[in-house]
Structure formats: C-alpha cells, structure tokens
C-alpha cells in the first residue's frame, strides 16, 4: 500500500537509498508490487565516502524527481492460487521514463508479480525472487 | 365535522352504499379461495367460479387450483441431516486433493506432524525455487488449510502463507524440528528482533546434506526426486 508521502528503501544501486513516493501512476490509491510510481529522493547512499560516490557516479541525487516500480511490499499480496507473500519492507527500484532501470545491479529479494507486470529487466537483475 | 343537522343529512348516501357493497364483495371472494384452500367441504354445493370435479379413484377434490398436499406428491420430505454439509464438502474436496492423506497427516493434530516452530520447506510446481521458513502458525480450516512460514532471504524478512491442499504446491518437508513443544499456538513473537530466527537457509543446506548421506549411490542428484513427487512429501520424518 505505497501512497503519497510512503518512504521507500531504494535497492539498486543508482545512488538514493530512500526515496518518499510523490505519486502513483495510474488510477489508483495505492500501489503494490509491479506498479510504477514518482518517487522524490530523500537520502543518498554512502553518505560517508561522498567523493567516491561522486567519483563512481552516483545517478541520483538528492530531491530529484524519478520514477520507480515497487518491488517488495509490507502489505500482503495475495496470489492466484491463494497464497501470500509479506515482505519486511517497502522498496523499489528507480527507472526512467520508458522504463529501463537507472542502476545496474539490485540487491535484495524482489516479488514474483513483477513478471505478471512485465518487469522482466528487473527481475533478470535481481539475485533472488520470491 | 359531523355535526351537521340530522335534517339536513341525507338518509341515503350512494357513496357509502357502494363501497360497503363491494367490501362485501370481496369478503365473499375471500372466503370463497379460502374454501378453495381448504377442499373441506365436498363438492355439495357448486361452487360457479371454480371448476372442481371429485375423482372417483383418490376420493379427493380436484379444482382449477392445484393442492398438493405436504407429503404425498410433489417435493419428498426431505430428513433433517445430521452432518455438517459444510464439512461433508470440505471432507469431500480433500479426499479429491489429498488421495493419500499424505497431507492431511502431515498438518494433523499428532505427535509426528508438523507443528508451529518446525522449519518447513515448501516446493512450488510452478517455477521459483522452493520456499523454507520457519512455521508461525497453522490455520485449519477444512481445504483452506494453510501454513505461515517466515524466513530472511537477504536481510529480508519474507513470510509466505501456503495452502497446504494446493496442487501447485508439490511438496511439504520438515527440515528441522523444533526441539521443545511451543508453548504458543502462533508464534508472532518470533517477528521481533529479539526472537527473530533470521534465515533458516543453514538448516535447509545441512539437512540437503544429510539426506544426501543417507541416499544410495544409484539415486545420486535426486535431492528434488522426492519433492516434486506430487504427495506432501514426508522426508524430514525419518529424524
């Protein structure tokens, strides 16, 4: 149940490490696994070694405006065949505006519904689906 | 209102007179269906607005209005059932989901089920790898039966509800035993930090091992073999 103001952990490895959602795209009131939303990101990873993320090129930086699809939920999500899956946490994964993801690599688990959402990219690149 | 001057009232009222006749009216209708209902009295006196003839064999009233009476024709009675249908139909739809009763007794209320506290290792038919987490609670209820299973893949905590009667889910294990009875009938403790278990995924790989110990050299790789075997499958029971 991502809405407006819900702060997200960001996962990839593009430079924000929270991100707060500033809108769900499409009709609806919230979002879930697999939808896309505009984020606003709120912190930077590595804020310590700032020059070497400066240096490795960090994509993102703080109170951009981006999109991102939802990869994991705190809210259950019910599958077809009627079992469950709840995550510890609510995160995603910034792309842009055709849909390519801004990172290269994600770490951490992902939802399986992003494949009935068509977010392959994102789920060849994550290490593990659930 | 009415007090109007008894000489100037009129004696008759051709309003009033009308309505108080077709009340009558009706009243006669009235009583003519309830006669109809009823069938007690006997065809003696013809009755013009129904058409009603007495049939020589049942002796009964046959009229334009079909009477049947409670029992004899028409619906049988049927008993009162002394089973729950809801459970009738859940036994039912097991017995067409489970036909070994393999996974009935898996989650069944015995010494050798599983219980909550058990670490359990579900495989999925449809892709993924198979899920393993530690069981939080058991909710019985006839074919919805379900497990909760809780577990951290990547310093994640993920909890998965399974169905346990899905067909989609090829196999159920116990991988590793709780070692003391818990005392709770859902562990939701176990989600703080403090009692938080994390991953189970050394437990799963040591018990993968075991069992590959305890294979024969001819079914070597055939760790999976058992799982997708289509029964609940029951290998951590051999503990």
């Not at chain 2, 049927?78 to 009763?101: E, R, S, Y």
């Not at chain 2, 278990?197 to 050299?217: D, H, I, L, P």
């Amino acid at each position: 149940m991502i809405q407006l103001k819900s702060m997200l952990n960001c996962i990839d490895n593009s430079g924000a490490a929270i991100v707060e959602c500033a809108m769900v795209i499409g009709q609806k009131r919230h979002a879930s696994i697999g939808d896309r939303i505009v984020v606003v990101v709120q912190k930077q990873r590595d804020a310590g070694a700032a020059g070497m993320a400066a240096a490795s090129g960090a994509k993102v930086k703080r109170g951009d405006i981006r999109h991102a699809v939802v990869v994991r939920t705190r809210q259950k999500v019910t599958r077809r065949d009627g079992s469950c899956i709840k995550f510890e946490d609510n995160a995603c994964v910034l792309i842009n505006k055709s849909g390519d993801p801004i990172g290269s690599r994600i770490n951490g688990v992902v939802g399986m519904e992003l494949r009935k959402k068509k977010w392959s990219r994102i789920l060849s690149m994550a290490p593990s689906q659930a | 209102m009415n007090v109007a001057p008894l000489a100037r009232r009129p004696l008759v009222c051709l309003k009033s007179a009308v309505r108080q006749a077709r009340q009558q009216k009706i009243f006669s209708r009235s009583m003519a269906t309830e006669v109809q209902a009823t069938s007690k009295p006997p065809s003696r006196s013809p009755d013009r607005n129904f058409y009603r003839v007495v049939d020589k064999k049942t002796k009964t009233t046959r009229s334009a209005f079909a009477i049947y009476p409670p029992t004899s024709a028409g619906l049988p009675l049927i008993p009162p059932t002394t089973t729950n249908p809801v459970a009738a139909l859940h036994d039912f739809q097991i017995k067409k989901l489970d036909p070994t009763g393999a996974r009935t007794a898996l989650f069944a209320r015995t010494r050798e089920a599983a219980k909550v506290g058990d670490i359990l290792l579900v495989t999925h038919r449809r892709g993924g790898e198979p899920f393993a987490g530690v069981c939080l609670s058991i909710r019985r209820a006839g074919i919805d039966t379900a497990v909760l299973l809780r577990n951290h893949i990547g310093k994640v905590g993920v909890e998965m509800w399974f169905k346990i009667y899905n067909r989609n889910v090829a196999g159920i294990e116990i991988v590793k035993r709780r070692l003391k009875r818990a005392r709770r009938a859902r562990l939701t403790y176990m989600r703080k930090p403090k009692h938080d278990m994390g991953s189970v995924a050394e437990y799963v790989s040591a018990w993968r091992k075991s069992r590959r110990v305890f294979q024969t050299k001819g079914a070597k790789g055939k760790t999976g073999a058992t799982t997708a075997g289509g029964k609940g499958g029951k290998g951590g029971k051999k503990k």
